[in-house]
């Protein structure tokens, strides 16, 4: 997936491609969940898509490296931490529901 | 790229798909959620790796960044009281949406900054263009309609020490507003396109944004709330996927569409759970501003296949039968249900007996004598009450006074007339007809908990539907 090999059209088609194949296995991957779990599934979610810490990441090397101005420097480092505060907060938070909800409940095996 | 960044995005979606898939069962959840914790961690490893280990002062900053934010994820989701944990899920989900719109809003500043950087390719130049504004307009209408959410979750917030109660406000004409805000984005994007670098547009998509999650979120009452946060969601993931979409990245656009793509299925479960549709929830205003139990309370219903997979699994079931049991007969299904999660969990299973359980002392035992249930499983409510902590599931079937904890209160028809402390139990499934009141005519507190599931039916069909679930997981 190198964008400099690629043609911009080819790597549009291949990440639309993406975009589009992750969209139907999300509506395939959540069936039938039991009251009881919808809010940890949708915190367990929503921190997946902290994911955005890649692209902040991403953003803030090119800005540091020099590649790019203050003002994207700071606003990358702002991402970084709001996109971590999202990531770290989401998982430590549904696990703690879900030890509350499986209480002394046989485990995972 | 070299290859074995594109592998280690791959194992990283790999593990988020099997962890959103564990997260819908009750018994494989807490490992899904360890899952997607190490996918992220994959993805961010990954992608530090990538960057190459100079020895500037870019890493201090990046790694004070990754530090700081985590401390304060943390903190928050130790201290937050188990109360407070939709409102925390609101917040995070707020910053994820507003995460993704700055990487965005980076991308699209430095070529305010540089116009030399700004891409000559038209097709480069565009798909950056309409993802940066799709992003921007997802991520900010994600932080504000999150962080409005939250504080309808919480029913009004705090300002100078005075309690202002958050507003529920939507007159008809709001919608068509709505709708023509999306339309001027629209056309704000498709102008930057040509102009990428013109800082007017670029604050126009932000600002019409912002007021968007706002008036999206303010006619929408506190009850529906869960349902709002839900689709908010799915909202910032798709702001993620189309961050990746600027950036180029493939594991963005993976996780952010999964997320997208569930969140949406999640939201529509909900919805149908709470017997509303989705277009209802969002542009009917109604459902009050939570006030609290001036309004007809209403109950989530679930079905037998959600109360199969809660039972997977149980170590201790506790039946609680009721004059509901008598009366449609259903004493021969519970035996059977008995029999099928003690062969295929090895679960305890007990009956809880009331003594004014149905209309006549001794009814339930008659009935389930006649099913052929062990006596020594019938126990008397004094000697089982102390055992339903230790219980995963109550099953109540037509039971309502006998399990009501208004009883506990000193006031009221029920006053002081000892019960089931079915309420104790991690879960409690109910079987019953509807919410209305039992036969002293006190509403039961029990159907509103958390942990309550309600199966609304009649007990012989509800439990055929039960046995049958299980028979099939």
Redesign the interface.
């Known amino acids: 997936?190198?964008?400099e090999l690629l043609t911009?059209?080819l790597?549009?088609i291949g990440?639309i491609t993406?975009?589009m194949l992750?969209?139907?296995?999300?509506?395939e991957?959540?069936?039938?969940?039991?009251?009881?779990?919808?809010?940890?599934?949708?915190?367990?979610?929503?921190?997946?898509?902290?994911?955005?810490?890649?692209?902040?990441?991403?953003?803030?090397?090119?800005?540091?490296?020099g590649?790019?101005?203050a003002?994207?420097?700071i606003?990358?480092?702002?991402?970084?931490?709001?996109?971590?505060?999202?990531?770290?907060?989401?998982?430590?938070?549904?696990?703690?529901?879900?030890?509350?909800?499986?209480?002394?409940?046989?485990?995972?095996a | 790229?070299e290859d074995w960044i594109?592998l280690g995005y791959l194992l990283s979606a790999a593990l988020?798909?099997f962890?959103?898939?564990k997260?819908?069962?009750?018994?494989?959840?807490?490992?899904?959620?360890?899952l997607?914790?190490l996918?992220?961690l994959v993805?961010?490893v990954t992608?530090?790796l990538q960057?190459g280990l100079?020895d500037?002062?870019?890493w201090v900053?990046?790694g004070s960044?990754?530090v700081?934010?985590?401390l304060?994820?943390?903190w928050?989701?130790?201290r937050?009281e188990?109360t407070g944990?939709?409102e925390?899920?609101a917040l995070?989900?707020g910053?994820?949406g507003?995460?993704?719109a700055?990487?965005a809003?980076?991308?699209i500043?430095?070529f305010v900054?540089?116009p030399a950087?700004v891409p000559d390719?038209q097709?480069?130049l565009t798909?950056i263009m309409v993802a940066a504004g799709l992003s921007a307009l997802v991520g900010w209408m994600t932080l504000t309609g999150s962080i409005l959410a939250m504080f309808k979750l919480k029913g009004g917030v705090s300002i100078f020490g005075k309690w202002v109660k958050t507003p529920t406000w939507g007159p008809v004409w709001l919608n068509p507003l709505k709708i023509m805000m999306i339309i001027g984005v629209a056309v704000l994007i498709y102008l930057s396109i040509d102009e990428p670098t013109n800082t007017d547009y670029l604050w126009g998509i932000i600002g019409i944004s912002a007021v968007l999650g706002i008036v999206l979120v303010l006619p929408i009452g506190g009850a529906d709330m869960?349902v709002v946060?839900?689709l908010l969601?799915s909202l910032?993931?798709i702001?993620?996927?189309f961050?990746?979409?600027?950036?180029?990245?493939?594991?963005?656009?993976?996780?952010?569409?999964?997320?997208?793509?569930?969140?949406?299925?999640?939201t529509f479960?909900?919805c149908k759970?709470m017997n509303r549709t989705l277009p209802d929830v969002l542009f009917k205003s109604f459902g009050g501003s939570g006030e609290k139990e001036s309004l007809t309370r209403t109950k989530?219903g679930?079905?037998p296949?959600?109360?199969a997979?809660?039972i997977d699994?149980?170590?201790k079931v506790i039946i609680v039968p009721g004059y509901g049991m008598a009366v449609s007969q259903c004493q021969h299904q519970v035996k059977e249900f008995a029999d099928l999660i003690a062969e295929k969990y090895d679960t305890d299973v007990k009956y809880a007996i009331h003594p004014v359980a149905g209309r006549m002392p001794g009814h339930m035992n008659v009935l389930l004598a006649e099913a052929n249930v062990p006596y020594e499983q019938l126990i008397e409510m004094d000697e089982i009450n102390p055992e339903f902590p230790?219980c995963?599931v109550a099953l109540i079937i037509g039971a309502n006074d006998t399990t009501n904890p208004a009883a506990r209160s000193g006031e009221g028809p029920l006053a002081g007339m000892p019960i089931i402390d079915a309420d104790a139990a991690?879960?409690v499934v109910i079987i019953k007809r509807s919410l209305s009141v039992g036969y002293a005519g006190v509403d039961n507190d029990l159907f509103y908990m958390?942990?309550t599931?309600m199966l609304f039916g009649d007990g012989k069909a509800m439990m055929t539907g039960l046995n049958n679930a299980i028979k099939e997981s």
């Not at chain 1, 959540?30 to 915190?43: E, N, Q, R, Y």
């Open positions: 997936m190198n964008a911009p059209e790597f549009l990440n993406l975009f992750a969209i139907f296995l999300g509506f991957l959540i069936t039938k969940v039991p009251a009881t779990l919808h809010t940890p599934l949708m915190s367990g979610a929503n921190a997946i898509s902290g994911i955005s810490i890649i692209g902040a990441l991403l953003g803030a090397n090119v800005a540091y490296d590649g790019a101005t003002v994207s420097g606003l990358a480092f702002v991402a970084v931490v709001l996109a971590m505060i999202n990531v770290v907060g989401g998982f430590a938070v549904t696990n703690r529901m879900l030890n509350m909800i499986a209480g002394k409940k046989r485990g995972g | 790229m594109s988020f798909i962890g959103l898939k997260l819908g069962h009750p018994r494989t959840a807490p490992f899904g959620n360890q997607g914790a996918g992220m993805a961010v992608t530090i960057m100079g500037g002062i870019e900053l990046i960044g990754l700081i934010g985590s304060i994820g943390l928050m989701a130790v937050v188990m944990m939709p925390l899920v995070f989900n910053f994820g507003a995460a993704s700055l990487v809003l980076s991308e500043w430095r900054e540089q950087d390719q097709l480069e798909v869960p946060v839900s969601n910032s993931g702001a993620a996927a961050t990746g979409f600027i950036i180029g990245n493939s594991v963005l656009i993976v996780a952010g569409s999964l997320v997208g793509a569930s969140g949406l299925i999640l479960i909900m759970a989530v679930s079905d296949d959600e109360v997979m809660m699994g149980a170590q230790d995963d991690r879960t958390d942990k599931m």
